[in-house]
């Protein structure tokens, strides 16, 4: 990895002032995955993100792009005085098969997770930002100053696609939902605790350790204590890991009988489209508060729309989706996806947006 690095920097390098990124495919930069607990991942390697998803703005400096919108400076040299610890002198990103490998170890128990992430293994650190983050299903992945260790790994990983798994199923609106978190914590109307407080105080850091301790792999929940050292460990809060499993849903549908299933037609109508497109689909029989999501993918996996989530017990179900992404810009013409899940059970149906 540190050799393949070196070669593409001084390739992005050599490139004209203002070459655009995109001039290759999406496949041929990115590597889709689907993890054993249902959801997706879409992982962009340094190299790709260097050749194709950067270019540099009027005075010289390099700019990230990524998909979905945004824009980062990124920091080129250890030697920038906003490199305190300059290391072994260049930045080393996480290793592709050890972000793999935390994705993988994940286990909600059993339960299936319906979400796309896309993970981003920055070549070098983003200006302001220079921890890993993770904001609107994506992740951001810091390179370090000397090679990660695979517990490091493991441990950001599952820390920040906790923060994704929170965002998806616990949003900031959901206050039903973190006040039962926050009770069960014993932090509810604790002032200490807050989005504003310092990092470990945040109830959304909180929730990301508690992700990290009881559903990551052996590396990830065993590496490190949780960041905040005056809470009581995950394992330990009564009530903590049940109330978490609920919100991915059941194991098993119990409405579903032996041999059949939940979803028995799926489509979207009209087919090709503009601007709007109706998803519809049908169940076999009435079941009471069915837990049902549908998002939209872009061709090459990305997440283009959380469209809905919520409990149907109707047998026929519809959602419109007029074209428009998470952040309300309007999705470029194209082939899309749209993903049906209800509980363990999904269908996938491919849409033409024509503009």
């Given at each position: 990895m540190k050799n393949r690095v070196v070669i593409y920097i001084a390739l992005a390098f050599a490139a004209p002032l203002f070459a655009v990124p995109g001039t290759l495919a999406a496949e041929d930069i990115t590597q889709f995955y689907t993890l054993g607990n249902g959801s997706t991942v879409t992982v962009y390697p340094p190299e790709g993100i260097l050749s194709e998803m950067t270019r540099r703005d009027e005075s010289g400096n390099l700019v990230f792009y990524p998909e979905g919108?945004?824009?980062?400076?990124?920091?080129?040299?250890?030697?920038?005085?906003?490199?305190?610890?300059?290391?072994?002198?260049?930045?080393?990103?996480?290793?592709?098969?050890?972000?793999?490998?935390?994705?993988?170890?994940?286990?909600?128990?059993?339960?299936?997770?319906?979400?796309?992430?896309?993970?981003?293994?920055?070549?070098?650190?983003?200006?302001?930002?220079?921890?890993?983050?993770?904001?609107?299903?994506?992740?951001?992945?810091?390179?370090g100053v000397w090679q990660i260790s695979p517990a490091s790994v493991a441990s950001i990983v599952t820390h920040e696609f906790g923060h994704c798994f929170q965002k998806t199923y616990m949003p900031y609106w959901d206050t039903e939902g973190w006040e039962e978190y926050l009770y069960i914590r014993d932090i509810l109307d604790n002032p200490v605790f807050s989005e504003a407080a310092i990092h470990m105080n945040r109830p959304s850091e909180v929730f990301a350790e508690d992700f990290r301790v009881l559903f990551g792999g052996t590396l990830a929940a065993c590496s490190s204590p949780i960041e905040n050292p005056n809470l009581v460990a995950p394992a330990e809060v009564a009530g903590l890991r049940d109330f978490m499993l609920s919100l991915a849903g059941s194991v098993v549908l119990a409405d579903v009988p032996e041999g059949g299933e939940v979803i028995a037609s799926a489509g979207n109508y009209p087919n090709p489209f503009n601007p709007v497109t109706t998803i519809r689909v049908a169940f076999n029989g009435p079941v009471m508060d069915r837990k049902v999501s549908v998002r939209i993918y872009a061709a090459n996996g990305s997440?283009?729309?959380?469209?809905?989530?919520?409990?149907?017990?109707?047998?026929?179900?519809?959602?419109?989706?007029?074209?428009?992404?998470?952040?309300?810009?309007?999705?470029?013409?194209?082939?899309?996806?749209?993903?049906?899940?209800?509980?363990?059970?999904?269908?996938?149906?491919?849409?033409?947006?024509?503009?």
């Open positions: 919108g945004g824009s980062y400076y990124l920091i080129e040299d250890t030697t920038s005085p906003l490199i305190v610890n300059k290391g072994s002198g260049e930045f080393l990103p996480m290793s592709e098969e050890l972000v793999m490998q935390a994705l993988r170890e994940m286990d909600i128990d059993g339960r299936t997770v319906d979400m796309h992430t896309d993970v981003y293994i920055l070549p070098m650190p983003r200006l302001n930002y220079m921890r890993s983050t993770s904001t609107n299903g994506r992740i951001f992945l810091s390179p997440i283009v729309r959380n469209l809905w989530s919520g409990s149907v017990s109707q047998e026929t179900f519809e959602k419109t989706w007029d074209g428009m992404n998470d952040y309300g810009m309007r999705a470029a013409s194209g082939i899309y996806f749209y993903r049906i899940t209800a509980g363990t059970e999904f269908r996938t149906g491919k849409m033409l947006l024509v503009r």
